[in-house]
């Protein structure tokens, strides 16, 4: 069984910085370096949207078109990590984040699936990133 606890968000003004983490727990095969993890966000009356994404070596990093060049998506596998680091927030930004893992020892190509939100076999609970106007 995995877990992820999101931490890091908070009220901030528009052209802020701010830095969302996730922390992973896992038992048995569940090691962090066996998921590729990604970060997705839900407005309020929106879907759930793909954010950023990287691959289990860190190797491989993917982003929205609406958060790159804005925001860096990393993770440290020593500590069971991965963080959003997000520059130049905008109003539009503010939702709650979700940090999900992607299991990835069964082969299926993560280069082609990272974006949808149904592929993903762990989500944490969410952290609320608010940015004012």
């Known amino acids: 069984q995995v877990q992820l606890v999101e931490s890091g968000g908070g009220l901030v003004q528009a052209g802020a910085s701010l830095r969302v983490s996730c922390a992973f727990s896992?038992?048995?095969?569940?090691?962090?370096?066996?998921?590729?993890m990604g970060w997705f966000r839900q407005a309020p009356g929106k879907e759930r949207e793909f954010v950023a994404a990287?691959?289990?070596?860190?190797?491989?990093?993917y982003y929205a078109d609406s958060v790159k060049g804005r925001f860096t998506i990393s993770r440290d596998n020593r500590k069971n990590t991965v963080d959003l680091q997000m520059n130049s927030l905008k109003p539009e930004d503010t939702a709650v984040y979700y940090c999900a893992a992607y299991w990835a020892g069964d082969g299926r190509d993560y280069s082609a699936r990272y974006y949808y939100r149904n592929e993903y076999d762990y989500w944490g609970q969410g952290t609320q990133v608010t940015v004012s106007s």
């Open positions: 896992g038992r048995s095969l569940s090691t962090f370096t066996n998921f590729n």
């Open positions: 990287i691959g289990w070596s860190a190797s491989s990093t």
